[in-house]
């Protein structure tokens, strides 16, 4: 049985990292203090490269498999950012303490939670949500109405991550 395409990149991948930690090491060994050191280094970096292309082997080979679509952290990392602006934004409208936020604060809570959550890198649904939450938050009438589209925004979020 032949290995896929995927595998034999990773391999070719592999076999070159693993070269360039060996003659790196060698390269350091020999630098820090003769043969003896220098096979050690580069016994040791070739082994960590070995490992840790083994360990990440599953990771990379499952950015191939046909069907899977690729987690896009940064777009995972926006979406907790526009939910945690809003957050914030929920809070100077509704305050724990009366008149315990300004409006100035109110204000620029509210600008950044709209630009935020205007970022193209959004899922839909998930500027959708966000949209709903600010409508809810801006008619500043009723927490729960706010608190329950907070809610949805998390849930949505929360679906968006990848791995799950």
């Known amino acids: 049985m032949t290995p896929s395409f995927a595998t034999r990149i990773h391999l070719l991948v592999t076999f070159v990292l693993v070269t360039c930690a060996t003659v790196g090491g060698a390269c350091f060994g020999l630098l820090l203090g003769g043969r003896i050191a220098a096979v050690t280094v580069a016994g040791t970096a070739g082994l960590g490269a070995g490992i840790g292309s083994f360990l990440a082997r ?16 940064y777009a995972e990392g926006i979406a907790d950012a526009v939910l945690l602006s809003i957050a914030t934004y929920q809070a100077a409208v509704f305050p724990l303490i009366p008149d315990g936020v300004s409006d100035e604060e109110r204000d620029a809570r509210r600008t950044l939670a709209y630009r935020v959550s205007a ?23 009723d927490a729960k109405r706010a608190q329950a589209a907070m809610k949805a925004l998390s849930l949505t979020v929360y679906g968006h991550r990848g791995g799950r």
């Not at 599953?58 to 952290?73: K, S």
């Open 58 to 73: 599953r990771q990379v080979l499952a950015l191939f498999r046909p069907g899977i679509v690729p987690v896009d952290g």
């Open 119 to 141: 970022y193209d890198g959004l899922p839909l649904a998930v500027r959708v949500s966000a949209a709903e939450a600010l409508e809810a938050v801006d008619q500043g009438l």
